[in-house]
């Protein structure tokens, strides 16, 4: 749900951490617009706090007491902070900040929308059904505070002005690059093509899907997909990469090849989506490293870099096409998908998308810079004539 904010009021999450998993983060973004139906602004809203950042109660990130303070106010944040502290939670507070600068707080309709959203990814060994729980039924709860005053007028401020400043932003890149892996990547391609003699490759590009956010922000950059053609803004992440849609009839396949982020370390989650309609509407299938993982072997296993790279087919091509435990099949072009869950919204099951991900690069503990990623890629097999 989104909210607005008065300028001296708080939005204050407390609770506790999720289970041990790959990447977790509390991503502060701002709304105009709606996704449903569009167009909207989404950008960031600073850096999100995630598992290599949080602030808990403990020496672990995980399942542990926190609590988040989002205010683009001085004196509000510190009063908040301090009843936090008198209620046993020194130290496991985390400040996230709207800054004035840049956003419109306020609760009339001219004011910019908030979200919170919580990203739980790739659960350790034994703690799947533990983040199933966690997803369930999030134990976290959410207050609006403000200061009291006197008026029955709800809207006006309590507090004169006391803005708090931009924060400093954490810096993607160390200057290390998966560039030197390229000749590795260009053979696992030639590989890929040559094991599957009776079929036509086709070289999908995948492109930067996304500007930073305060660059989007400030150029107001939309989302509403499909994301072809332009740039949009949104994602504090790698900017997850897209390809442009394209068509996946009966008797074809998809095979996604390139770096395993995470392998090379310049990742600590990464992973391929792939959507189906031209607008994106639903994700059919996803891998993420540890799936990933080993893939390559299929067509580079006498490569000694070969368990930094990954491949992976999604075949409608069925016994014709691509077997093995590195092999998803889609449902078919005829498929009615929301069918099944009880909605009625019609779904382009023959255009599909692929969004490659990369979170979180180690050192830095924010996105990677995307020119030190070689970009993921796609190759679609059609059946020669």
């Known amino acids: 749900m989104t909210w607005r904010l008065r300028q001296d009021e708080a939005i204050v999450m407390i609770g506790r951490t999720p289970p041990p998993e790959a990447y977790f983060s509390f991503d502060l973004t701002m ?22 950042t949080v602030r808990t109660t403990g020496s672990t990130p995980f399942n542990r007491p926190f609590a988040l303070v989002v205010t683009g106010h001085k004196r509000t944040r510190a009063k908040v902070d301090r009843m936090l502290a008198a209620a046993g939670l020194r130290g496991s507070t985390n400040n996230m900040t709207i800054p004035p600068a840049m956003f419109r707080l306020g609760l009339g309709k001219g004011s910019d929308q908030f979200l919170i959203g919580v990203r739980t990814i790739a659960p350790e060994p034994g703690f799947k059904k533990a983040l199933d729980r966690y997803r ?24 004169a002005p006391d803005p708090l400043p931009v924060p400093p932003l954490r810096v993607s890149g160390t ?32 492109r930067r899907g996304f500007e930073e956010s305060y660059p989007g922000l400030q150029e107001k950059l939309l989302t509403d997909p499909p994301t072809r053609p332009g740039v949009d803004a949104l994602s504090n992440d790698a900017d997850d990469p897209l390809s442009p849609s394209f068509k996946l009839p009966k008797g074809s396949f998809l095979v996604t090849y390139g770096t395993n982020h995470v392998a090379t370390r310049q990742a600590s989650y990464s992973s391929v989506t792939v959507y189906a309609d031209a607008k994106a509407a639903v994700s059919l299938a996803a891998k993420n490293h540890g799936e990933l993982r080993g893939s390559a072997r299929d067509f ?3 490569q000694p870099n070969a368990d930094k790279f990954y491949a992976w087919a999604f075949s409608r091509a069925g016994k014709t096409g691509p077997r093995g435990p590195h092999v998803t099949e889609l449902p078919s072009t005829h498929t009615d998908y929301c069918a099944r869950y009880g909605g009625t919204r019609p779904v382009d099951m023959s255009t599909l998308q692929v969004v490659a991900r990369a979170y979180m690069q180690p050192k830095t503990l924010t996105r990677p810079a995307l020119s030190s990623l070689l970009l993921d890629r796609l190759l679609l097999f059609t059946p020669k004539k």
């Open 31 to 52: 709304m105009r617009g709606a996704l449903p139906t569009g167009p909207l602004l989404w950008p960031s809203v600073g850096d999100p706090i995630n598992n290599k």
């Open 136 to 159: 369930a039924a999030p134990p976290l709860h959410v207050f609006r505070v403000r200061p009291k005053g006197g008026s029955a007028d709800q809207t006006k401020p309590v507090y």
């Open 175 to 206: 200057g290390a690059t998966e560039l030197g892996l390229n000749p590795t990547l260009q053979l696992l391609r030639r590989r890929i093509v040559k094991a599957y003699p009776g079929f036509k490759a086709r070289d999908l590009v995948v």
């Open 300 to 302: 580079i296993r006498d």
